[in-house]
């Protein structure tokens, strides 16, 4: 039973143009939320979080945006560079917690 | 300021045997946590330490334990190996601030292959 859903195993991007990835979440416990980025034979990289009396954070390129009542998280990517290739992880926790559940990850590739 | 050190970055063991993984948290930080990742069920919770106790625990056997030092420094260990037990371990650190939520950053990781 996964509690936090990335249904996109795959998503490919022009170099340039914006990438959206998808995050769904079932536990309404969870709080806070946050993306990594990964590299193969490498650990995660945190690239954004957000908290859930938030909708929406930006740092940069990255802009993560959630809707809680859809239980539905996005980072936007923009624009995106062929540096951005790598596998994106979405975790989520409940208040405090360093317990995070992570979905299964989103490879994308940036296309030159 | 150094990152999150994982030693050692590749051990072979065959099974039954057991091993132990090393972690160093980033200076200050003294919450550590640790995570399997395998192919087929991605990237798990195993357990989390903070002040030499654990706080959270996840749905791994009794076989998989760990433990935190007066330095924050964290060991992780598994007795008995088995084949499925072979994966990339990664261990994270963070600060947490009471029941205020914070990022975990995570090390290179362990890729222990049982044979």
């Known amino acids: 039973d996964q509690q936090v859903k990335q249904n996109s195993p795959s998503l490919s991007v022009q170099e340039g143009r914006i990438s959206i990835l998808n995050c769904d979440y079932t536990?309404?416990?969870?709080?806070?939320f946050l993306w990594y980025k990964k590299y193969p034979a490498e650990g995660p990289t945190f690239l954004i979080s957000i908290s859930s009396i938030k909708d929406k954070n930006e740092d940069g390129r990255f802009t993560v945006f959630l809707n809680k009542s859809a239980k539905h998280l996005s980072l936007h990517i923009v624009p995106s560079q062929p540096g951005d290739s790598a596998v994106y992880f979405c975790a989520a926790s409940a208040t405090g917690g360093q317990n995070f559940v992570f979905g299964p990850g989103t490879r994308l590739s940036v296309l030159p | 300021k150094a990152g999150v050190t994982q030693t050692p970055r590749y051990l072979i063991k065959t099974r039954g045997q057991q091993v132990t993984l090393s972690c160093s948290p980033i200076s200050g930080h003294r919450s550590v946590s640790w995570y399997q990742q395998t192919p087929g069920q991605g990237l798990q919770f195993l357990f989390e330490?903070?002040?030499?106790?654990?706080?959270n625990k996840g749905n791994f056997p009794g076989r998989f334990s760990g433990r935190q030092f007066s330095n924050s420094r964290s060991e992780m260990n598994v007795s008995t190996l088995e084949l499925g037990d072979s994966a990339l371990y990664l261990c994270?650190?963070?600060?947490?601030?009471?029941?205020?939520?914070?990022?975990?950053?995570f090390g290179q990781g362990t890729r222990l292959t049982v044979v």
């Open positions: 994270a650190s963070s600060f947490p601030q009471g029941a205020l939520n914070t990022e975990a950053f």
């Open positions: 330490y903070f002040s030499e106790t654990q706080r």
């Open positions: 536990n309404s416990m969870f709080d806070y």
